[in-house]
Structures are given as structure tokens and as C-alpha cells.
């Protein structure tokens, strides 16, 4: 991580944790948000009004948070307005690193080698880890937001003078249960996986590992309809599938949430396939990145052998790519 806009060498891909052992996720330092005339939004600062090819968005496919915003880029049709840099999927020990990686970027803008270098340029004396997301102004030369709930919201909303759009990811009318569904699926499932992962005692993995299969359970439930609000699709699914479509393939295995993989739910895999045949959103997925990515984590598989499955996982990909 950064300290004090210095990289510093005790650097460990394994976060923080509580007294209990418990993984604990850093918050996001960067919270501006892009408005449609400049104007300041829920949080941070004014001055980041919409405008083409001004900000661009760093990720990687291996990520989930970042996915999302690209699920949302995709949805809302705004591949032309911001154009995005992909990073390596494997963690180098400053952290993620451009170029060399087949469907990895080089840093269009600075030739950075490393992400950090983005935040440091941003923050000289920046202070914290250098995630992705991150949604670069050109103009101005700083970070808008690091925060790919932030991003996905400003997707929603901030462009849709300039590329209007049927589909609204936040709508008002649900917007309290969007939010209360949100914070129950971030920390069972989409934190749950990670604190059942990065567990460093047996108590702290249990509590995660049965989180997870709880909010499976509850959704597979739930899933009468397309979506999980019925028949409109929201962030709340974006959230879910960058989840999903990780699971068998990353989390089941490397994770050790191995009681049941995504397949054994008939619900959540046909809302799975649904999601991933929306427009674009296969473009959004990239398995050997993620594969790559999740399998590279020292700590928990320090020769990085990959395995090769699961089969369902790339037949299902490569059918939907030659839909
Ligand atoms: N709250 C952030 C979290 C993003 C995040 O944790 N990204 C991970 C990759 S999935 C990362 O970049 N980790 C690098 C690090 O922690 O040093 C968001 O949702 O945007």
C-alpha cells in the first residue's frame, strides 16, 4: 500500500484483519462524483461535469467491484464516452501492474508501470491501498472516485443528456430496498466470499462460509422473477452477478466456500445465463484473467498452479460468445 505517497515494501496482499481475525476491506478514499453540468454530488467536490472521452476508467477483469462498473458502462451504452485501461490479473508486489498480460493494457496516459502511480499522481502524499476501480480525470489530472458503488450510480445518471437510456440501475421508487438488499448481499456474499478466503481463524472462516450459503439460499428463494426486483434489472444485480459468475470458477476452490457450487442452484444459474447474455455484458468477463488473477494469490496458493475447470463454467462463456 501507499504511505504517505510512498510505496512501502511490508506490503501484503492479504488485508487487514479484526481481533477475531476477520478480513476487514479498506474504504475508498476518492469520492467525487461526475454530474451532468459540474455540479457536486452526494459526496466530495463539484468541478467533474460529463463530457466525452474526458475520464478514463482503470480496472481489472479479475475484480469484481471494477467489473461491476463495467457491467454498468456496458448497460448504459457509454463505451464511447469513457474509455477504459485494463491492468495485468496478477498482483506484482507494488500491487496491480500494466501491460504484458494478453487483453492487459499499458497506461495510455502516463505509461505508468503500476496503479499506485495513479494514485500518487492524483495525491503525492496519498496515504491507503491502490485499488481498482479508479476514475481518472484528464482534465483536471486527479482521481473523481475510487468507489465502483459511487461509479456505477454516476453511470446511471450523470451522461443520460448525452446518451440517453430506457434502463435506470437506481431507480427512486426502489431505491431504499435496492440499498437495504445492497448491504446485505456486500457483506454475506460479495465480502463473504473474500472473508471466507482471507479468513485467518477457523471461527472467522464458519461465520463467512455460512454468511455466503445463507444469502444463496435467500436469493435462489427470491428468484421468481427475471431479476431480483422483478422484472427491472438494478444494480443489485450487477452486484450479484460479478459474484456468480466468479463462484465456481474462483471462490468455490481457491476460497473454500465449497459447499455447493452456483450449478446446484437451477434459479441463480438461469439468472446467471440471463445476465450474461444482456448486451455486453459478456465483454465485461474475462474467465482466464480471473482465473489467472484469483489463482496467483500467494498467499493462499503460493506455486500459483491453476486448475482447469470447471467445464460448465468455459462451455457456458464460449456459448454465449457464439450467440
Ligand atoms: N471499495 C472498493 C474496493 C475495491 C477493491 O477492493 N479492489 C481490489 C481488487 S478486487 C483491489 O484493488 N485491491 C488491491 C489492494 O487492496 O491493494 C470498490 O468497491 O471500488
Known amino acids: 500500500m501507499l504511505v504517505d505517497g510512498k510505496w512501502s515494501a511490508d506490503w501484503q496482499p492479504v488485508q487487514k484483519a479484526d481481533e477475531k481475525g476477520r478480513f476487514v476491506r479498506q474504504v475508498s478514499g476518492f469520492r467525487n462524483w461526475i454530474t451532468p453540468d459540474g455540479s457536486a454530488g452526494p459526496t466530495g467536490e463539484g468541478g467533474f461535469p460529463a463530457e466525452a472521452g474526458r475520464y478514463r476508467l482503470y480496472v481489472a477483469f479479475i475484480c469484481p467491484w471494477a467489473s461491476r462498473t463495467l457491467m454498468a458502462r456496458k448497460l448504459k451504452g457509454l463505451e464511447d464516452i469513457i474509455p477504459v485501461t485494463v491492468v495485468n490479473p496478477t498482483m506484482t508486489d507494488q500491487g496491480w501492474s500494466f501491460g504484458g498480460y494478453e487483453g492487459a493494457d499499458e497506461d495510455p496516459l502516463f505509461s505508468s508501470e503500476y496503479i499506485h502511480q495513479i494514485y500518487t499522481r492524483a495525491d503525492p502524499h496519498y496515504t491507503g491501498r491502490a485499488t481498482v476501480p479508479v476514475l481518472w480525470d484528464t482534465q483536471r489530472n486527479v482521481i473523481v472516485n475510487n468507489e465502483s458503488a459511487d461509479i456505477v450510480r454516476m453511470f446511471d445518471t450523470a451522461f443520460e443528456h448525452m446518451v440517453p437510456s430506457d434502463l435506470r440501475l437506481y431507480p427512486e421508487d426502489l431505491a431504499g430496498e435496492i440499498d437495504d438488499l445492497n448491504a446485505r ?58 459474484t456468480l459468475i466468479r463462484f465456481d470458477a474462483a471462490y468455490h476452490g481457491l476460497f473454500k466456500t465449497n459447499r455447493r457450487q452456483i450449478a446446484a442452484y437451477p434459479r441463480l444459474s438461469a439468472y446467471m445465463e440471463r445476465i450474461l447474455r444482456l448486451p455486453g455484458v459478456i465483454d465485461t468477463v474475462n474467465m482466464d484473467h480471473i482465473t489467472r488473477g484469483y489463482y496467483s494469490i500467494k498467499a493462499l496458493n503460493p506455486k500459483r498452479i491453476r486448475p482447469t475447470g470447471p467445464a460448465h463454467i468455459t462451455k457456458l462463456l464460449d456459448d454465449v460468445r457464439a450467440a
Do not use: C, H, P
Not at 203 to 229: K, N, Q, W
Open 185 to 242: 448481499i456486500y457483506d454475506k456474499l460479495n465480502n463473504g466470499v473474500y472473508k471466507a478466503g482471507f479468513a485467518s481463524s477457523q471461527e472467522a472462516y464458519t461465520e463467512a462460509d455460512e454468511g455466503v450459503f445463507e444469502m444463496l439460499d435467500e436469493l435462489e428463494e427470491r428468484l421468481i422473477g427475471d431479476f431480483l426486483f422483478g422484472d427491472r434489472l438494478t444494480e443489485t444485480d450487477l452486484r450479484t452477478f460479478v
